[in-house]
């Protein structure tokens, strides 16, 4: 971890040729507003005050020439993202600009800034709590409204709030054992059945923000479905009917989808990646065998599989073979070209237990019952990713479940009558767990880690 006395500097914006119209570079630390000073020309009497926007021009110390007509935002400490001195240059967007106007930056010294160095050094100077700079990260990735909700919602403290109310309630009960422990003869004997129906109350709480987790990491990583069957049953059709688009080929010829298209939707606040796969079948096209094999690929990587038959030629054998070697994966029967028969039911498959959808994708039908039949299987447990106000990532997940069987073990501890400082061990290993997860404590090699996922510049 890099000392916290440097100033960094990074480009805070994407970057790309003719598509953004202001890139920023920003500065954080001791020496933010010198640097600035030293680069920035502000004509007239601006005032070089926190929180005010200077206008003026970029100039490089070293060649006395223009880099950019510029605007420069002033942030002093306290009162910025970093706790530190923030500078901030608003240039013209695209490439040269920003890259000249950083280049002189670390000209006087800066250092470039780490992924995710900015809210690190946030974190550590108080401004953020670890879930909050995480909630960041994530709202910064957000691929839906649900996405970018729950992650505002752990950004506003919504998360931390219940964990730092249990970990101050496991410190109570902490705090009363080990003054039995340590003035037994001077205190009452400790009342059992309240601290048992507290550990009942602190657990009920930590269940239930770990019921968010599955529901966290589809809305952090996205379902991947892949779409699968023989040539020419209408998947691509219905891909294109899915996304409102014409992502794949569509004709009557067998074998016209070569290889895996991919397509990006959102259902119900999760985000989908949908990918049509080649037509399943022996091929003797060299070229289609290639699409064949990615799309086998393509399978095993997906968390749901659709596979569509065609209603008006029924359950054939190689929809079995297919079938075979799908079932023991999460998987919806989709039903196709039900436009093209006078009883869509001729094709249902009784004889086993799996969510069966028609739909005619030629004509866009379809699928909005196919969507509900996707959320039935995410949202099994009963919970709705739009109910959710906070979610939990794998990390705070881990530390939550270590919490959780610690204070599990107390409770058997104080069931089987055990000795006090035996209560005390689980307490803590509790206690520690739950600090973990809003960076109270924690180690610097796990803050590296965090933190190098982030992008350069936040």
Same mark, same amino acid.
């Given at each position: ?75 002093l400490s306290p009162r910025s993202y970093t706790r530190e001195d923030v500078v ?164 009557? !010829? ?74 023991h994966r999460p998987l919806i029967v989709v039903i196709n070209k039900v436009d ?79 000795? !006090? ?38």
């Open positions: 971890m890099r000392s916290q006395g440097e100033t960094i500097v990074a480009i805070a914006t994407a970057i790309v040729p003719a598509q953004g119209s202001v890139g920023i570079v920003r500065l954080s630390g001791a020496t933010a507003l010198s640097i600035a000073k030293t680069l920035f020309q502000a004509p007239g009497s601006q005032p070089w005050e926190s929180h005010r926007i200077l206008y003026g021009h970029i100039c490089d110390p070293e060649t006395q020439k223009t880099v950019d007509e510029a605007l420069l935002l002033l942030m901030e240059f608003h240039c013209h967007g695209g490439i040269m600009a920003v890259q000249q106007t950083l280049h002189c930056c670390l000209a006087q010294g800066a250092k470039l800034a780490q992924p995710g160095e900015f809210t690190l050094r946030a974190f550590l100077n108080g401004r953020l709590d670890l879930t909050q700079a995480e909630s960041i990260s994530d709202l910064v990735n957000a691929q839906s409204h649900q996405a970018a909700r729950t992650a505002l919602g752990g950004l506003q403290g919504k998360l931390t709030q219940p964990i730092r109310q249990i970990r101050s309630d496991c410190l109570d009960i902490l705090a009363d054992v080990e003054a039995r422990i340590d003035f037994e003869d001077d205190l009452p004997p400790l009342d059992q059945d309240a601290i048992g129906q507290k550990l009942d109350e602190i657990l009920q709480t930590v269940r239930h923000i770990l019921d968010t987790a599955h529901q966290g990491e589809l809305l952090r990583s996205g379902l991947k479905v892949a779409i699968v069957g023989r040539p020419n049953v209408g998947k691509s059709s219905l891909l294109n009917a899915w996304s409102r688009s014409d992502r794949a080929i569509v004709t009557d !010829l067998p074998g016209t989808t070569r290889d895996v298209v991919e397509s990006q939707l959102v259902v119900g606040g999760i985000p989908i990646q949908v990918l049509d796969t080649a037509g399943i079948r022996d091929a003797a096209d060299q070229v289609e065998q290639i699409g064949i094999e990615r799309s086998r690929a393509a399978i095993e990587a997906a968390d749901l599989i659709l596979l569509i038959l065609e209603a008006n030629t029924g359950w054939t054998a190689a929809d079995q073979i297919l079938y075979e070697g799908i079932r093209l028969v006078e009883d869509p039911a001729q094709a249902r498959l009784f004889d086993i237990e799996v969510p069966q959808v028609y739909t005619a994708a030629a004509q866009n039908q379809g699928v909005e019952s196919l969507e509900q039949a996707i959320l039935n299987i995410v949202h099994k447990d009963g919970l709705s990713a739009a109910d959710l106000d906070i979610t939990v990532n794998r990390r705070q997940a881990a530390a939550l479940i270590r919490a959780r069987t610690a204070l599990e073990q107390v409770q058997a501890t104080i069931r089987n009558q055990l000795p !006090l400082d035996f209560w005390t061990i689980d307490l803590r290993i509790a206690i520690q767990g739950l600090a973990e997860i809003t960076g109270d404590e924690i180690a610097e090699s796990m803050l590296d880690e965090i933190f190098s996922r982030f992008c350069i510049g936040k």
